[in-house]
């Protein structure tokens, strides 16, 4: 069965808050340096008192930590560094009393080279495994995708993820060139027993309480698939999967082409860097582009004080897909991720706050990175640790008080995972706590306001009202039954404003939450006048 507008799955996911945890860096319990499950479940308080309901960890399973556990050598074992299996299911369970879920990372694509799985495929003689990674038959001949020769003794090389060793597991290939006997058709039996094999590693995990998976590079299973049909086919048989058996899990793509993704049968998928620069319109700063690389002829960010973005690269993008997935699955918009610059990078908290009115008032499901509701900083010129190379500065240790090592461990300095951001006023929850004014609170009452108003929530209509080429600011109005909210913003240090026609709607528009802006009634709607860097949510009834 695929995505339809009946069969949209778990009812929560439309309202629903995410937090993503970097277990590594977030609490340290037993003062080795590196944060831990004890950790996690210690600060689940405090991740409800955010108007979270919901966790994202990413891998915690055990990994010789090439790329930080996105290299898994055995998905039914925690790794010890992060605790046990009884630690995580007592995550699950601690989490569950307080209204909180955990989905786990699913790594469905590729494993570490030190994978049982690989070391037996590696092996000369054939056994059931030889086809569980994509080989070609001789370390002579070029895959045509990247790939690695003279590993072992078996003649081949075989395909790559993502770094050296994250050997691609094998489900097979779209269309198989009859010329090269090593490409299997998708539908060949040791392709599925792959596939059957990932299924039975989230089964496990679901029995044990896990409330879904967020799957990483998720269209990249299949090779040379150019439509993402068989691709998409592979999902649909997950989420058959899901639906059978599992109707209360969550299932989140690391896509990036939420059309695509939701109608293979994803609940959610991440709008993010690849594929299109719409996100990195919105966010990314100049120094990000410069230093990652991505989508280096874009305008510059539209959330920029210097005014120059253009939020039409964002909204074409993002309409179509809204408009092909609406009713079908959920689109984020995500805060960052450890994979990209901190939203905080070239950002004061003023601009922060206008930032996170937007992603805590659109469709979908927002996603809060660890450390981001603080407005923690990229810590650049670290040196790369566990293969983040340019991300390892948005990995740093989560900055908790103004005790040893910004409350995150007990160790020595010298012992951390990661340094603390050095900076003399690095943000830390706990003075954030105290001021009302603070990043922290302002996401609170943000998340407060989207769960009163159901209007704001995934499932409230979304329509522009003011997104005009190069011109600020940004205006949507948000809609459900007979509730209708207009929020804009103006991340632009300069004075804006902007006449809107929200329809028929009662005279006396009600500010929810504002800062720098106010409404006036006109002939023929109403004019929003706003300051620089500033933002306003009206609730407005219909008549
Ligand atoms: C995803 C993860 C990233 C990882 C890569 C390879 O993009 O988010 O951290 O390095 O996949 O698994
Ligand atoms: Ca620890």
């Known amino acids: 069965m695929t995505a339809t507008k009946k069969n949209r799955g778990p009812s929560w996911v439309a309202n629903a808050i995410f937090y993503e945890v970097y277990p590594q860096s977030f609490l340290d319990t037993n003062g080795d340096g590196i944060g831990d499950l004890p950790g996690v479940i210690a600060k689940l308080d405090y991740i409800r008192s955010l108007g979270c309901d919901a966790i994202w960890l990413n891998p915690c399973f055990e990994s010789p930590f090439g790329d930080a556990g996105y290299d898994v050598s055995d998905f039914y074992k925690v790794a010890p560094r992060y605790g046990t299996n009884a630690d995580l299911k007592r995550l699950f369970k601690e989490a569950h009393k307080r209204g909180l879920r955990v989905c786990l990372d699913l790594v469905a694509g590729h494993t570490s080279t030190?994978?049982?799985?690989?070391?037996?495929?590696?092996?000369?003689?054939?056994?059931?495994?030889?086809?569980?990674?994509?080989?070609?038959?001789?370390?002579?001949?070029?895959?045509?995708?990247?790939?690695i020769s003279g590993f072992s003794e078996r003649d081949g090389a075989y395909v790559t993820n993502f770094f050296h060793f994250q050997p691609a597991l094998n489900y097979g290939f779209a269309k198989p060139d009859p010329k090269k006997p090593w490409q299997l058709p998708v539908e060949h039996p040791d392709c599925l027993a792959t596939r059957e094999e990932m299924k039975n590693i989230m089964r496990y995990w679901l029995?044990?309480?896990?409330?879904?998976?967020?799957?990483?590079?998720?269209?990249?299973?299949?090779?040379?698939?150019?439509?993402?049909?068989?691709?998409?086919?592979?999902w649909a048989d997950m989420r058959a999967m899901y639906d059978s058996e599992y109707p209360e899990a969550v299932l989140i793509a690391e896509w990036s082409d939420p059309a695509r993704a939701i109608a293979a049968g994803f609940h959610i998928d991440f709008l993010i860097h690849f594929n299109d620069p719409a996100y990195t319109s919105l966010f990314r700063s100049?120094?990000?582009?410069?230093?990652?690389?991505?989508?280096?002829?874009?305008?510059?960010?539209?959330?920029?004080?210097?005014?120059?973005?253009?939020?039409?690269?964002?909204l074409d993008y993002y309409l179509k897909h809204y408009r092909k997935t609406r009713g079908a699955g959920h689109i984020s918009i995500p805060t960052g991720n450890h994979d990209i610059m901190r939203l905080a990078e070239g950002r004061t908290m003023d601009e922060l706050k206008v930032a996170f009115t937007f992603l805590l008032t659109m469709p979908g499901v927002p996603y809060i990175y660890c450390g981001d509701e603080i407005g923690m900083r990229y810590v650049s010129g670290l040196i790369s640790k566990e293969g983040g190379y340019n991300r390892t500065g948005s990995r740093t240790p989560m900055q908790w008080s103004s005790g040893k090592n910004a409350g995150f461990s007990t160790a020595k300095a010298k012992d951390l995972y990661l340094p603390i951001d050095p900076t003399k006023n690095r943000p830390t929850v706990e003075t954030q706590e105290t001021d009302p004014e603070s990043l922290l609170n302002h996401l609170r009452l943000l998340s407060k306001l989207r769960r009163k108003h159901p209007a704001l929530g995934g499932d409230g209509d979304f329509e522009p009202l003011y997104a005009e080429k190069n011109y600020y600011p940004f205006i949507y109005r948000r809609t459900l039954g007979a509730e209708t909210i207009v929020v804009a913003v103006n991340p632009s240090a300069q004075a804006v404003s902007a006449?809107?026609?929200?329809?028929?709607?009662?005279p006396n528009p009600m500010s929810l939450f504002s800062h720098g802006s106010t409404l006036k009634r006109t002939k023929s709607g109403w004019k929003i006048t706003m300051a620089g860097i500033s933002f306003g949510i009206f609730k407005f009834d219909a008549q």
């Open 499 to 506: 006449d809107i026609r929200p329809g028929k709607l009662s």
């Open 207 to 234: 029995d044990a309480g896990a409330d879904g998976f967020r799957v990483d590079m998720a269209s990249s299973l299949v090779k040379d698939d150019t439509d993402f049909k068989e691709t998409m086919g592979l």
């Open 114 to 147: 030190e994978h049982p799985w690989f070391k037996q495929s590696a092996k000369v003689a054939k056994n059931k495994l030889t086809h569980r990674y994509v080989w070609t038959d001789s370390v002579w001949q070029g895959a045509g995708l990247p790939a």
């Open 286 to 314: 100049e120094p990000e582009r410069v230093l990652f690389r991505f989508f280096e002829n874009i305008p510059p960010s539209f959330f920029d004080s210097k005014g120059q973005g253009d939020i039409r690269v964002f």
